[in-house]
């Protein structure tokens, strides 16, 4: 049953990462393997095309006796740091979850497989790549559409391995604000805000984005 309730439990976590969308105004393509205990179990990468954003990220490790597999595509369209469609897919280890968002008039529309909802007119996603999320007390996840509460802030300057490289980066903390799981999760950012990596703790140990 203990390994039941951390199997259930790291998918809570892995949902929270599963998106990473900048409205930057040119086309590019980053790709992150994914380590769990210091081991590559995936890889998530992003296509970034003027306002829309495409991401795409594939999971699969063991765990005692089960096996687990992640799989989610989504497409996100931006404006002015406000978020204006989302169309996203996931399977999240046999749970089927579908978003389909946008902005109208006076709010921002959200359908998923089990209901319909609204939520502010202007929302961000867990869109790590642009940093004006650090400015945010909510963000919306992209797998289920909830809008989530968060306490962002800054703990310091340090040393920051990207491909081979040793750079001075900016450390940030996002954390969660849920009576049911708070999540903890780190972000490095240059002196540019580029986004650098991340590194959260899950149920069974850490997990690390890394810059291919």
């Known amino acids: 049953m203990k390994i039941t309730l951390h199997k259930k439990l790291l998918k809570k976590f892995i949902c929270i990462f599963t998106i990473f969308i900048s409205n930057h105004i040119f086309a590019t393509e980053w790709i992150f393997d994914v380590i769990l205990n210091e081991e590559i179990i995936g890889q998530h990468s992003f296509n970034y095309e003027n306002t829309k954003t495409t991401s795409q990220a594939n999971f699969e490790f063991k765990y005692f006796l089960f096996n687990f597999k992640y799989d989610h595509k989504s497409t996100e369209i931006w404006k002015k740091n406000c978020l204006i469609s989302i169309s996203s897919q996931t399977n999240d280890d ?4 579908k978003v389909d968002g946008f902005q109208n008039k006076d709010n921002f ?4 497989i089990k209901n319909t909802f609204k939520l502010p007119l202007c929302v961000m996603t867990f869109s790590y790549g642009n940093p004006n999320i650090l400015k945010q007390n909510k963000l ?8 989530i509460d968060v306490n962002i802030s800054f703990i310091k300057k340090e040393i920051y391995t990207v491909r081979g490289n040793n ?15 708070d999540l903890l999760i780190y972000l490095w950012y240059d ?3 580029n986004w650098l990596g991340l590194k959260t703790d899950t149920p069974i ?8």
């Open 140 to 147: 919306m996840n992209s797998q289920t559409g909830e809008l």
């Open 191 to 193: 002196d540019e805000m």
């Open 109 to 112: 529309l959200v359908s998923t």
């Open 205 to 212: 140990g850490f997990m690390h984005y890394r810059l291919r």
């Open 94 to 97: 046999g749970d089927l979850f």
């Open 167 to 181: 750079v001075l980066a900016n450390l940030w903390k996002i954390q969660t604000i849920n009576p049911e799981n």
